[in-house]
């Protein structure tokens, strides 16, 4: 059974930076395509990025782009989000979740089967 626990979350102010750490047990995450989504309460769970590790392949929303970075530790089967330049609308619960390789887009939330409990990120002056 894959289970998943995210780390990290906190407060910061606007322009301030996070990182996330998703740690994948139960398989080895080069295996899974990998994404990390968030939620604000009162709407839709979003694609926030995705990370394939063969073969290597990353994605990202354009909201994030140029301001997230998605990375992976083999050895310790953890996948990163780094998240700099963050904005009040980055505020929400982030989640990773893990997928077996397919080819069904990395955004698509329904696709994935196995969740992390979420950890809280707030961007508040």
């Known amino acids: 059974q894959v289970q998943l626990l995210e780390t990290g979350g906190g407060s910061v102010q606007p322009g301030g930076s996070l990182s996330l750490s998703c740690v994948v047990s139960?398989?080895?995450?080069?295996?899974?395509?990998m994404g990390w989504f968030r939620q604000d309460p009162g709407k839709e769970r979003e694609f926030v990025a995705g990370?394939?590790?063969?073969?290597?392949?990353?994605y990202y929303d354009d909201s994030v782009k140029g301001r997230f970075t998605v990375s992976g530790d083999t050895d310790r089967n953890t996948l990163y989000l780094q998240m700099n330049n963050l904005k009040p609308e980055d505020t929400a619960v982030y989640y990773c979740?893990?997928?077996?390789?397919?080819?069904?887009?990395?955004?698509?939330?329904?696709?994935?089967?196995?969740w992390g409990q979420g950890t809280q990120v707030t961007v508040s002056s």
């Open positions: 979740a893990v997928r077996s390789a397919e080819f069904v887009p990395m955004s698509i939330v329904t696709s994935y089967p196995y």
């Open positions: 139960g398989g080895s995450f080069t295996n899974f395509d």
């Open positions: 990370f394939r590790w063969t073969p290597h392949n990353i």
